[in-house]
């Protein structure tokens, strides 16, 4: 999911395997002039000096252990994991200083492929009931390049659950069963979805709010339990039932699936008279974010 470059310097594979607690320390005699820009942001990108900075720290660590694995043994594979992980904490606490999650996590938690590494970069926090994760538009459509997402304005019901997975959920998906696109107001654009966080398996009804909201600089995506507790669906249930799968069934005939049953609750769901509440309760999520 990450771009990896192929930049591991000598400074740090030997301050890596010192174990000491600068280990991590930024390679400040590091220049720009030996990591072209095009190289890693694409056409339609752009990243300010502080996201490049950012980007060109994440993919040494990422190469670093990419390249070395479990091999320098776990205790110090940990240590340096967490130390690589604050120091792009730092550096996301300097891009994110303006925001409503300044003083934030990482929501990146291990730089090693074999171990749910892939996350969205940003900073993530909880507020209240909610969780609330935030990063640049420059930073999200760079992590979405590869997926063709490089607008706000015309998102899909795929897109958003593409992105509030890739934020939020390592080992499962969260799938809409409503979508609703929120008026725009002063350059803020708006998207909700009702779904569920499943891994395949089950479905059910609407447990999940999830909101991005966008202003001229910042993506922020929000989630929560909903209030508003419903039923499942009986027509949508019947369609679930009737489409029983196969032990040896395939992902395209599981996705089929998916499909149809998400397909009669984004039919029947919205004229329940209750999704007025889910839709009030996204409006909340909204003003939040704006004030």
């Known amino acids: 999911m990450k771009l990896l470059i192929l930049f591991t310097t000598l400074t740090l594979l030997l301050s890596c395997n010192s174990g000491s607690d600068t280990n991590l320390k930024l390679d400040t005699s590091y220049s720009k002039n030996s990591y072209?820009?095009?190289?890693?942001?694409?056409?339609?990108?752009?990243?300010?000096?502080?996201?490049?900075?950012?980007?060109?720290?994440?993919?040494?660590?990422?190469?670093?252990?990419?390249?070395?694995?479990?091999n320098i043994g776990f205790e110090n594979f940990e240590k340096q994991n967490d130390d690589s992980i604050l120091v792009l904490e730092g550096l996301m606490h300097t891009i994110m200083k303006d925001s409503?999650?300044?003083?934030?996590?990482?929501?990146?938690?291990?730089?090693?492929?074999?171990?749910?590494?892939?996350?969205?970069?940003?900073?993530?926090?909880r507020h209240d009931s909610l969780i609330v994760f935030g990063t640049t538009k420059n930073l999200f459509f760079y992590y979405f390049m590869n997926n063709k997402i490089n607008q706000l304005d015309q998102l899909t019901t795929k897109d958003l659950?593409?992105?509030?997975?890739?934020?939020?959920?390592?080992?499962?998906?969260?799938v809409s069963l409503a979508t609703v696109k929120m008026p725009s107001t002063n350059?803020?654009?708006?998207y909700g979805i009702?779904?569920?966080?499943?891994?395949?398996?089950?479905?059910?009804?609407?447990?999940?709010?999830?909101?991005?909201?966008?202003?001229?600089?910042?993506?922020?995506?929000v989630v929560k339990n909903t209030e508003t507790k419903l039923e499942e669906n009986k027509e949508c249930r019947k369609v679930?039932?009737?489409?029983?799968?196969?032990?040896?069934?395939?992902?395209?005939?599981?996705?089929e699936?998916?499909?149809?049953?998400?397909?009669?609750?984004?039919?029947?769901?919205?004229?329940?008279?209750r999704f007025e509440n889910i839709r009030k309760e996204?409006?909340?999520?909204?003003?939040?974010i704006n004030h």
């Open 36 to 70: 072209s820009r095009d190289s890693i942001i694409g056409r339609g990108t752009f990243l300010s000096d502080e996201e490049l900075r950012y980007i060109q720290t994440r993919d040494r660590y990422i190469e670093y252990f990419k390249n070395s694995g479990t």
């Open 100 to 125: 409503k999650v300044a003083t934030g996590k990482n929501n990146v938690s291990t730089l090693y492929e074999d171990m749910d590494f892939g996350s969205l970069d940003g900073l993530i926090m």
């Open 161 to 174: 659950e593409k992105i509030f997975t890739s934020a939020f959920y390592s080992d499962e998906a969260i």
């Open 187 to 190: 350059n803020i654009q708006a």
């Open 194 to 221: 009702a779904g569920v966080t499943t891994n395949g398996e089950a479905f059910g009804p609407p447990e999940k709010i999830a909101v991005l909201v966008a202003d001229d600089k910042y993506v922020y995506l």
């Open 240 to 255: 679930w039932d009737s489409l029983v799968l196969k032990p040896n069934d395939s992902d395209d005939v599981l996705d």
């Open 257 to 273: 699936v998916e499909d149809k049953y998400c397909s009669c609750y984004q039919e029947k769901l919205k004229s329940d008279s």
């Open 282 to 288: 996204m409006e909340d999520i909204v003003n939040y």
